[in-house]
């Protein structure tokens, strides 16, 4: 299971956000497990990273 950071990571992988250079180390264990993908100098989910945020938001909006 994703920790938050991580999904946090991939939202703003999703969003095209950049982000910290602290999170990039982050990222190198996203793309080994399958989530995140590196094109060129940019990175993309893969479609096992689109899934995970996809139902980490459907779990959060049954909280609300």
């Not at 399958?34 to 909006?61: R, W």
């Amino acid at each position: 299971m994703l920790r938050d950071e991580q999904l946090s990571i991939l939202r703003d992988i999703s969003q095209s956000f950049a982000f910290a250079d602290d999170r990039q180390g982050k990222v190198g264990q996203l793309i080994a497990d399958g989530y995140v993908m590196k094109d060129g100098d940019l990175f993309e989910l893969t479609a096992k990273g689109v899934t995970a945020v996809e139902e980490h938001a459907a779990l959060g909006a049954g909280d609300a």
